[in-house]
């Protein structure tokens, strides 16, 4: 079910409005994962603020819950940090047991925040991917200085 | 005259860089004004496995990673008046006091005095059958499995009490992780207990250093997306805190790392579920209105947050037996290694029902990005792979029996001679695992037995 959400990417993509563009998340956010139990935390933070609106429309819980549904994830709950920006999803059961009870390599499920950032697309207005460049430039110049 | 307290952190897990806290101490050193460092090193299977050690020997069960940590630093913090507050108790705080005041010794450490934060330990005041009379709120199902530990989560007002006893180094037990920052603060500038948002922007300061360097650059590079300066020598996280709760962080001058409001923000929203109401034991938390600065270069300031009334019941970790877990790896490289690492898994399947090993098992193919996957193996079935290159089999069992986790990882070792062409670089581990569940507990049963005592010897 999960490997949709790519495909279902490419369809926006030919369908953005002009003056809009789809771009992967992974270029908008970054993201990091932290778990209790059975039951992971992904935040997701734009690296403009700009970006924030588009990602509450666009980044529903049940799109979310899509990405992690073939590990057994059953539910997604989103909740909205307008102030710094930031989403924080809490989704449950996602952990196949978790470090505890798991079986896999990654028990606390450190890398999802990198599944989530690879398996979802964006529509942004174009301008936007312009302001992202120059946080990109300012931060590079901003770390070799 | 406005004044400020300075909280270094030394350490953010268990395993943690044993010298990060070196540069801390240095920079400590020359601030003026009331600082400590925190050493954060306790993991719930850790706590567990303490508790069976101290059963054994009363001298055990405090962490290992103590004579790591301190004594490259200990006579520095003796020296400069940097008092320690650390979680270096696990199941048996007074014996970990009884080992800092031996190495004191051994380093020619006068008049060193540690106090110890005891009451965490449920079943030191409680029957196990009363403990598990509490419904679980979360994780393993701890019926008919042996109770091997039950330790709730303490504030920080214990901390501030041991504080309050003038010592040099307070060792806890289980407690929150920012408890270990909280506390010094409600000793340093008497926040009372409805002072509720004090208290929570307290805690965001104890939930921003306690993890080391995760909000220090550390656990955040993504090269070419988020670069990071000199991550091999990354600087742990200084806090400075006012008496109205602002926070400025910053690291020691010198150092590799970022301090930066994405750095910040990761961190802020780290393990954190309801962000509008973060439990602890001193105050439930709201995140809605904090405001991230980046003040100067790797400089932040962090204010804003909120803080509402805390429950009135604590959490309790439960650590239950977990049983065997069998697992082992076998590499293949090269043309058509995809197909022989997938004739390896088969092998290994069969064979599992050959010996009759039912329990649940994972048989993957590590380079199929397998850390996304589930235990059935759903998405690497859906996904291209090349054919060519590394792949690496990997089978783990859970089980209630040594023997079989033994036999599984026996059947990987046995595809040197028995599976497909060319495998290599086999590992195994066998190892008694440790489950956990949460329950809660009303707060007065664990409070009327907790508190702090020095000790002396």
Redesign the interface.
Known sequence: M??NTPAQGEARFETALPGWQTVSL?QLA???A??????S?I?V?P?IDDVYPQLVSQLTESVVLDVFR???ATAV?R?E?P??P?L?F?IDNVL?G?V??G????GHGK??SF?LLESLTIEVPVEFLQALDQHRNR??N??SS | MNQQVYIGSGAGFAGDRFDAAVPVVATLARCDGPKYLIYEVMGERTLAIAQRLKREDPDAGYSPWLDNYLPGVLADCKQHGIRIVANFGNANPKAAARRVLALADELAIAKLRVAVVEGDNLLDYLSAEDVLEHPCIEGTDTQGRELLSANAYLGARPVAQALALGVDVVLVGRSTDAALVLGPLIHEYGWQEHQYDLLAAGTVAGHLLECGAQVSGGYFADPGMKDVPDLHATGFPIGRIDAEGRLQLSKPDGTGGLISRATVLEQLLYEVHDPHNYLTPDVTLDLAEVEVVETAANTVSVTGACGKPPPDTLKVTLAVDGGWLGEAEISYAGPNALARARLAADVVRKRCTTLGINDPCRIEILGTSTLFDDDGGSRAESLQHDENGEYRLRAAVRTDSKTKAQQLADEVLALFCCGPAGGGGVRQSVSAQVSTASILVQRQRIESHTRAVEITS
């Open positions: 999960t490997d992974y970054h993201a990091r932290g778990d209790k139990g059975n039951r935390n935040s933070i690296y073939h590990r057994g709950k909740y940090l102030r710094l930031a924080n809490v196949e978790g505890n009870d079986l896999g390599l990654d890398a999802l599944l931060a590079s901003h770390f």
